[in-house]
């Protein structure tokens, strides 16, 4: 069965995938490299002042099908493929992870964003789940939508209060199934999507971004 135009052929965990009209195979040499792509974190304006707080920021729980360095497709609601010769440069959540470093570092509104809090304590930590992470197929196959879904509660560290919760979804269109343009909309729908996640996280802190 031939599933594009482009050959998007590679099922979840390296195996085949059955479909209504045959099985989709994995792709033969497991040792062929993969072009390897990163999202950027967005272009967020600077907060004007420093707040003396510092933010951990988690690896995002995730799925055991996003929870991998494999650029994730479905061509319906319950089917996950992968690009066959491309990955992201690392696992999904700690590449998003990173981004979000990023994002709310180059605000200059923190006095320290990491990994774990400074010196064993901190005061604030950003905790989250991704619960989606791919590209979906249009019927036609020859476009698709990536979207982001995540969830995030900001957790004061003195007393693990959770001081709050929210959802957030951001998609972008992919003109075609070329892997470079599948990429680009997956960062178009990180920008917006962290956009709104360092404003709100900041704003739960004590401080607003200016408008852009």
């Known amino acids: ?9 590679i099922g979840l965990g390296g195996v085949s995938v059955l479909s209504g009209c045959g099985a989709l195979s994995a792709i033969g040499d497991a040792t062929t490299p993969l072009d390897a792509f990163e999202l950027r974190a967005p272009d967020l304006p600077q907060a004007g002042r420093m707040l003396q707080r ?5 690896p995002p729980s995730a799925s055991g099908a996003l929870a991998t360095d494999r650029i994730m497709i479905r061509p319906n609601p319950v089917q996950s493929l992968y690009l066959p ?27 320290y964003v990491g990994r774990r809090p ?40 003195s007393d693990a209060r959770v001081m709050a919760r929210r959802s957030f979804q951001a998609l972008a269109p992919s003109e075609n199934t070329d892997t470079l343009e599948i990429v680009q ?15 709100w996280g900041l704003g739960v802190i ?5 408008v852009a």
């Open 85 to 111: 010769r491309a990955r992201w440069s690392d696992e999904a959540p700690l590449m998003f992870q990173t981004v979000m470093l990023r994002a709310f570092e180059d605000t200059g509104a923190l006095s």
């Open 1 to 9: 069965m031939t599933f594009s135009r482009r050959k998007l052929l």
């Open 118 to 157: 400074l010196g064993g304590t901190g005061d604030f930590a950003l905790i989250s789940e991704i619960t989606d992470f791919q590209a979906e197929l249009a019927e036609d196959q020859n476009s698709a939508v990536a979207r982001i879904r995540l969830t995030a509660r900001m957790v004061r560290e």
């Open 206 to 210: 004590g401080l607003q971004l200016p």
């Open 185 to 199: 909309a997956f960062n178009t729908a990180s920008d917006e999507l962290l956009d709104e996640l360092v404003r």
């Open 54 to 58: 510092g933010l951990s920021i988690e």
